[in-house]
């Protein structure tokens, strides 16, 4: 069944799905003689993301097999979950496991067009690869890891459901993971 909101006349999204490296992070990877032992990630977004879960299901994916421990790390303690999807066959899997008309994408990498093309719509960082900000419905003005998420989302709120009232304290029950006073 498709929802159609009248305010708008598009699809009304039941699903974001967000790419990790370069759009929770700042897709830098930091090594040692080890290996890949390091990510680093963005203020806020866990936070925004809070905002906007009520609304919608939320999934984190990668290609990144010998980051992926570090990124459940965070996702997990998130209380999001991670898949490992290739990067290439991102939208042969949203199309298995989602309905892609339902569906908001965010990426950034090179190629994350092939997707943003064929969901309900998109959404590139700042500092995206320039193929996919010319496909994407939205380019955030924040670049990934750098509170590009938290802006996408108050995006999105606005976009689809209700803006955030930065006047109006968030209730309580917001703080999925727990990770934080509220």
Do not use: Q
């Amino acid at each position: 069944m498709v929802i159609v909101w009248e305010e708008y006349d598009i699809v009304k999204p039941k699903t974001f799905i967000l790419d990790v490296d370069g759009v929770l992070t700042d897709g830098g990877f930091y090594y040692s003689s080890d290996g890949k032992v390091m990510k680093k990630f963005g203020a806020d977004d866990n936070d925004a993301l809070s905002l906007l879960r009520p609304y919608m299901d939320i999934i984190f994916v990668t290609g990144d097999k010998k980051g992926f421990d570090i990124s459940n790390k965070r996702v997990t303690d998130m209380n999001f979950k991670l898949e490992l999807v290739s990067t290439i066959k991102r939208i042969d899997w949203i199309r298995e496991y989602f309905n892609p008309d339902e569906t908001i994408y965010m990426g950034d990498g090179i190629f994350d067009h092939y997707v943003m093309g064929n969901v309900g719509y998109s959404i590139a960082t700042a500092d995206a690869d320039s193929h996919a900000k010319e496909s994407a419905d939205y380019v955030t003005e924040r670049k990934g890891g750098h509170r590009a998420v938290a802006e996408a989302c108050l995006h999105i709120l606005k976009k689809f459901f209700v803006a955030f009232d930065a006047d109006m304290r968030p209730k309580d029950n917001i703080n999925y993971a727990r990770d934080w006073t509220v």
